[in-house]
């Protein structure tokens, strides 16, 4: 199975993410590419950095699942493969998601979304994203609001990480059932 956690930036789609890939056994998290560079504090494994160069030669070779320009990066997941027995974990923003959707239409897409616009200011400014770029992300938000509530097979709100991440673990489980 593949299972999207999707939604705006700094929802906290990477925090329920590594805590569901610790807790659900046979659950495999695919690492997306970035033409960003690393921000101050991120594990060196949130992403492949890469060169715009390098990402370009892998879109010319067919080599995305889905990939997307936002914001003046690129971000793209590389065709997944797990190990043998794996669901997929693929945790993108909502451009990505649709593509997944497209061409998996079984795929189980969660939408995350944060409990406010304040919550998610704050949680920007946490993670150390210049303002310019807080403010670009969170005008982009509403839309994307709109965009992944329509495609998403459940919705949960980060009001609580603990409870978010339980929400969605059940979420995960039920479909594998």
């Not at 959707?101 to 897409?109: E, F, I, M």
């Not at 939408?111 to 304040?118: Q, V």
């Amino acid at each position: 199975m593949i299972f999207v956690i999707a939604g705006p930036s700094g929802v906290g789609k990477g925090s329920i993410a590594s805590a569901l890939c610790r807790r659900l056994p046979n659950l495999w998290l695919s690492r997306s590419w970035t033409t960003r560079p690393a921000r101050q504090g991120e594990p060196a494994d949130a992403y492949v950095f890469v060169d715009r160069a390098t990402f370009d030669a892998r879109v010319a070779e067919g080599g995305f699942l889905e990939w997307a320009e936002v914001f003046g990066n690129r971000y793209g997941t590389p065709w997944p493969e797990p190990p043998a027995g794996e669901d997929v974990l693929l945790e993108i923003d909502v451009q990505g998601a649709e593509q997944v959707r497209d061409r998996h239409p079984d795929a189980v897409v969660v939408f995350i979304e944060a409990p406010s616009r304040r919550a998610q200011e704050a949680r920007l400014r946490g993670r150390g994203d210049p303002e310019e770029l807080i403010a670009r992300r969170l005008a982009a938000a509403p839309e994307e609001e709109l965009v992944g509530r329509d495609l998403a097979d459940h919705i949960v709100v980060n009001d609580d990480l603990g409870r978010a991440i339980e929400e969605v673990a059940a979420i995960l489980e039920s479909r594998r059932r």
